[in-house]
């Protein structure tokens, strides 16, 4: 019995659980008001993540590129990001905030960004555009460091060190949420809600959600304005719910401003929530209500009806983003099943010395198998060839072949779930998320017993 | 030239030349707009890059090889699950994917080992399969590893092996058309030639140009096969790596897109002497046409008519029975290349729907030129588009129907315009007879979706109806026409499976159909 956590032990990837760093930062960029980011490189760089987008939310994001072309790989491409600023502001009026998101190319040539913002603030900024606010951000994500999710960390906390500005204490909370879907704001906001805390929300995404509408309005953008990220100075302390998704701003702020944070969990499962509202009550002084506990109350009701009965032993594989994999582990212990492999998409050294993956390979009492720098195909290859026994498999939808040609039961959770509809509509976080997820796993379990003729008939009574 | 000017373009006013509007008088001399030229920063253009032209488009259709990129992992991840490009050996190619995952190290040491580490561990995951593509990426290229030395350490230590290496980084030219170039010339150069073919038949064709999106490569073969033609290698849809190697030893290239794949059969030409045939799979007349030139060639008209013959009574009454309801109906035709002039014109007469714009992202003068000749006056074309001027050419056209791909198609939803994907289709195939009739019933199925009445409605403002519980798409689309009209004996909606691929990938075809003594006596 032991929990066993290591590196990957091929090169390459088959099958990545992860796209690169751009990605992340651009995903961040869609949760401000008033902004639109130019990546700096390749037109597929933006291409292809908006069409990520749009297959996870089915709507449209508007991200510019910087469209690097041939010439502008050998001479350098600044001048390119010159016009792309001067065409989209002069297109885009309502536009005050352009992160400018590098690339593995224009890295590798190594434009100065900094250097091209500074030229743009004092030259054209002043001259063509004088009076009109706007904010140029440079945001370094080179492809060949990280992953999507490293990328979210560095963009969040260059947002954080742009903007943020220490005037009068405003007496909010900062909530970091990470890189969570709309229905997980939604969740947040109603446990802030039932706290009586008032806080600012990075990012402010449940309009992602958006209407059509007979007057054609319906935009999907964020909401999280300039005001916001300044006034993150003044916050009286910063909860960040997933390490490595907002944690370095949260840090950044504890360390230029004196507003104290807190990092992690992500509030998934039942324990988890509890930690988080504690964390507010500490935090904010106030006490976490009757009608929470009530809310609590339900949905161990719920999970009530489904563990014991259903849930114990069955084995998990979950991959995704390292924190929600480490929560959803977490919770599913919880709920008695037993995870026996978790797979960490990238490199990040910082896993290794994780409380809570410490914590697994402290006291997990079955074989469990955690794998950094991991790839889709540690998860088929054990199946496939090496004997794994699996009962469910949770994560994005890009892990659909692994659950599909081995016939087991796939939970859809994280980022993106383009194959399955409107997940991004309903919270994995909070006590409502912990509803979900447990009877999202049991009808998923249920469904597939019925198609394998597995005990289906269990439910005849129940 | 009657160049359009959108408002939201003035501040650059280089994008001028690049939209036209049809006029009354107007020819390709007198309207066209530029093409295939850089794209200007910061527009919101819609255009992809030459990697992905490359290895997205046309290398993984690719059914039977490993399909690697020597890069950063987000350009495999990003260009992964995102097409419909099916094969009948269980869809290998859209379930696998390989990145050597370059790291900061590699970009600073160098990535040769890496990619070759590489090779060797994907040839060991997946032992079944013993070929593979290679691709380079912005960040590779820039660093300047040799790919094709790693590939040739690689195939001399795993005998039996085969490696094919495309250098497109995406920075190579202003759209993914680059990339199709490229990897066009490399296969040609590298690969074709290295592999002795079978023929089996007296009658033997590539086809080339057709990326099996949700089966269009198989429909197409199926006719050339019930021909008696051989079809040595299919470039590259559902297409096998070493028939592929085999093409210089077709009779004839068979070109469907000429926009992605028209230069391998011009060296195909140049170096084999194989003539070329542009042929078009959509639409009754274009389809019909295009399998008796094929004929031609051959001497095989009676085989071909015989088919045509078939397909259009069992299909041309359900075509019909679309028609009439579509007849009328405003569509903007925004692809990515070349489905702007297959489609162009065949929609219009075979559907009755009226193409108010067409538009192409990647697409080059002459596709803009066949596109227009084609197009109805009063049509706006649009080249490169951007989000902005996509906008405004849908307030300004008002369509029902645009057929473009999964995010525009969004974008056009808030319009509440429905949308079609033009590049993955909705419910193909869309080609073959019975295709066709699947594209107008998918045509049909947005434009008189219930929901989509209901989606203008305004309930805060607007006096609306509280009659009915439900509308069928019938008693909507049949408002407009008489009883008669309506109710024609024999025509009906498609009578079709949801699966009409699958079953042809177990039929058998007479093999005395491929000798020429047989054709005298059909």
Known sequence: MSCDLRAKERSGIINPIFTCQPCGAQYVSIGIKDCIAIVHGGQ????????????????????????????????????????????????????????????????IIGDDIEGVINKLNNGLLK???????????????????????????????????????????????????GWVNPGDVTALKHLLAMMQIDATVLFEIESFDSPLMPDKSGVSHGETTVEDLKDTANAVGTIALNRYEGGKAAKYLEKKFKVPSVIGPSPIGIRNTDTFLKQLQTM????????????????????????????????VAIFGAPDLVISLAEFCIDMEMKPVLLLLGDDNSGYKKDDRIKALQANVDWDMEIIMNADLWELDDRIKNKGLKLDLIMGHSKGRWAAIDNHIPMVRVGFPTYDRAGLYRHPVVGYAGAIWLAEEIANTLFTDMEYKRNKEWLLNVW | MPYHEFECSTCIPERKSHAVLKGEEDDLTTCLPEGHLATIPGTISERGCAYCGAKHVIGTPMKDAIHMSHGPVGCTYDTWQTKRYISDNDNFQLKYTHATDMKETHVVFGGMDLLKKNMIEAFKAHPEINRMTVYQTCASALIGDDMEAMAREVMKELPGTDIFVCNAPGFGGPSQSGGHHKINISWIN????TVEPKITSDYVINYVGDYNIQGDCEVMCDFFKRMGIQVLSTFTGNGSYDELRGMHRAHLNVLECARSAEYICNELRVKYGIPRLDIDGFGFGPLSESLM????????????????????????PELDWYKKRLTGVKVCLW???????????AIHEEMGVEVVSLYTKFGHQGDMEKGIARAEVGTLAIDDPNELEGLEAMRMMKPDV???????????????????????????????????????????????????????????????????GFMTRQMISDVKLTPEEAHVEGETPYTGEFDCVTPLRTKTYPSELTRSTTAQAV
Request: overall charge neutral; charged content about 25%.
């Open chain 1, 44 to 107: 597929g760089c933006v291409m292809f993540v908006r069409m990520l987008f749009a297959q996870h939310f089915k709507d449209n994001f508007d991200i510019a590129s910087s469209s690097l072309h041939e010439d502008s790989a050998v001479f350098g491409a600044t001048g390119r990001v010159e016009t792309a600023v001067d065409v989209l502001l002069a297109r885009y009026p309502h536009v005050r905030v352009i992160p400018i998101i590098t690339t593995c190319s224009t890295e």
């Open chain 2, 402 to 468: 645009i057929f473009t791909g999964v995010r525009p198609g969004e974008v056009a939803k808030k319009q509440r315009i429905q949308y079609l994907n033009a590049h993955a289709y909705h419910n193909g195939p869309y080609k073959g007879f019975e295709g066709w009739v699947r594209f107008a019933r998918d045509i049909y199925n947005a434009h008189y979706s219930p929901i989509h009445q209901l989606s203008g409605i305004d309930i805060s403002k607007d006096d609306f109806n509280i009659d009915k």
């Open chain 1, 127 to 177: 001259e063509k555009y004088a009076g009109r606010e706007v904010h140029l951000v440079p945001v370094h994500t080179p492809s060949f460091k990280g992953s999507m999710i490293s990328g979210y960390d560095v963009a969040v906390e260059s947002l954080v060190k742009a903007f943020a500005e220490q005037t009068t204490p405003n007496g909010k909370i900062n909530l970091i949420t």
């Open chain 2, 190 to 193: 590298e690969k074709v030639g």
């Open chain 2, 293 to 316: 030139k094929v004929a031609r060639f051959f001497g095989l008209e009676d085989r071909a008519q015989a088919i045509i013959d078939e397909e259009v009574a069992r299909w041309k």
């Open chain 1, 284 to 315: 904010s002084g106030k006490p976490i209500p009757e009608a929470l506990v009530k809310e609590r109350g339900i949905a161990i009701d719920a999970i009530t009806d489904l563990a014991h009965m259903f849930f114990a032993d069955k084995r």
């Open chain 2, 335 to 345: 692809p990515g290349g070349s489905k702007l002039w297959h489609w162009a014109n």
